[in-house]
């Protein structure tokens, strides 16, 4: 796709270009979010502002311009080409909705250079000051209720200590070696996933679905080689530890529970492999 389509694609959709761009040379377009107030859909064109040619691949985020008309950075910036660039755009719409807001003035939080989600008007500077001073009054009722604790465990060791330990006579009886019945005869499905899908999760022992997962935990597929999928995770996944989460376009039905993707952009089914 030449220039001129990629900037009628991004006009068509309701674009506009910003005079400079404070990271690089390319070209960045935004329009506000068309349901949520103070988020913008930003778009990085991948076209060169000096030589008007295509460099790179178009990116796609969400900024919140918070009261101080400063941009952060709510959802991470997802790369695509330009057969994928609508869709990419509407993903990061819908992720929208994921992004945790701060219980105080309901601005979007987004995660700042030290690694920390915190809320993108700062609205802690206000109220952190009135904490720390009534932090200062229980500083010294803090310290004696340390100190009792600590002599009150003290002495709960020292007790112990004097307690004869109690000789046990009986052995641990061997582990039995686990036999793995019906493990040969396991189920293998696979499905096919395709960069820039919009996925979910789900939760199933064997061929039972347990629980689904839309609605509340999102990702968009960014690569696939293999039977390996790359997912970025725009949504809060607090729900499921990071280990847990689906890696592969396969799996083996078995008597645990286990997780496996769900394609929300498209229809996309898993089929038993031979």
């Keep these: 796709m030449s220039v001129v389509q990629r900037k009628a694609m991004l006009k068509a959709e309701g674009f506009f270009p910003h005079k400079k761009n404070a990271k690089g040379t390319t070209i960045i377009y935004s329009r506000k979010h068309p349901t949520a107030k103070f988020v913008r859909v930003v778009v990085d064109s991948g076209i060169d502002s000096k030589s ?66 915190v809320c993108s008007n700062a609205c802690w500077t206000a109220w952190a000051g009135k904490k720390k001073a009534a932090g200062t009054t229980k500083k010294t009722a803090q310290k004696i209720a340390a100190h009792a604790a600590q002599k009150g465990k003290a002495a709960r060791q020292k007790n112990l200590q004097r307690k004869p330990q109690k000789k046990s006579s009986q052995r641990k009886a061997p582990r039995k070696s686990s036999q793995r019945k019906g493990q040969k005869n396991l189920q293998r499905f696979s499905q096919e996933i395709l960069p820039g899908d919009l996925v979910t999760i789900e939760e199933f022992i064997g061929d039972k679905i347990t629980t689904d997962y839309t609605g509340s935990i999102l990702g968009i597929v960014q690569k696939v080689e293999g039977r390996s999928v790359t997912t970025v995770w725009t949504a809060n996944t607090a729900q499921l530890p990071e280990w847990l989460l689906p890696l592969r376009n396969e799996y083996e039905a078995n008597a645990l529970k286990s997780y496996r993707f769900k394609v929300l952009s498209r229809k996309a089914e898993w089929v038993k492999v031979a």
């Design 52 to 117: 008007n040619k295509v460099t790179g691949k178009a990116g796609v985020k969400l900024c919140f311009v918070n009261r101080q008309k400063s941009w952060r950075e709510v959802t991470i910036e997802i790369f695509t080409d330009n057969t994928g660039l609508v869709k990419t755009i509407k993903a990061q719409e819908a992720a929208e909705k994921f992004v945790k807001t701060c219980k105080h003035c309901k601005a979007k939080k987004f995660t700042a250079k030290t690694g920390n989600v």
